[in-house]
Nanobody, 129 residues
Framework: QVQLVESGGGLVQAGGSLRLSCVASGRTFSRYTMGWFRQAPGKEREFVADIHWSGVTTYYADSVKGRFTISKDNVKNTVYLQMNSLKPEDTAVYYC??????????????????????WGQGTQVTVSS
């Protein structure tokens, strides 16, 4: 049973920082491409960042580039999202995601939620102005 559990969300002032964690279980996720998405009220879930299973390649949405950093700790089976210089428009529920075993070594060209099969329950990030 694959399980992804996010943590680290909270309330922060604009300009502040948070680090989100996603602990994976049920698989050895060291050889999985992983992604972070977010969903604001009334909006569709949108891509934030992803990381190739090797950890060498990362990709970011334009809206977070230069402010967010995705990383993974294979020993701890954990993916992180370091968020700096937060803005009120970053307010959303943040989700981590993993693909099915068949695609775990692939790296998606098109960054969409439908490429992923496993999702965490999400962690709320609220940025006040």
């Amino acid at each position: 049973q694959v399980q992804l559990v996010e943590s680290g969300g909270g309330l922060v002032q604009a300009g502040g920082s948070l680090r989100l964690s996603c602990v994976a279980s049920g698989r050895t996720f060291s050889r999985y491409t992983m992604g972070w998405f977010r969903q604001a009220p009334g909006k569709e879930r949108e891509f934030v960042a992803d990381i190739h299973w090797s950890g060498v390649t990362t990709y970011y949405a334009d809206s977070v580039k230069g402010r967010f950093t995705i990383s993974k700790d294979n020993v701890k089976n954990t993916v992180y999202l370091q968020m700096n210089s937060l803005k009120p428009e970053d307010t959303a529920v943040y989700y981590c995601a993993a693909p099915d075993d068949k695609r775990r070594l692939q790296y998606p060209v098109v960054k969409v939620a439908g490429w992923y099969d496993y999702w965490g329950q999400g962690t709320q990030v609220t940025v006040s102005s």
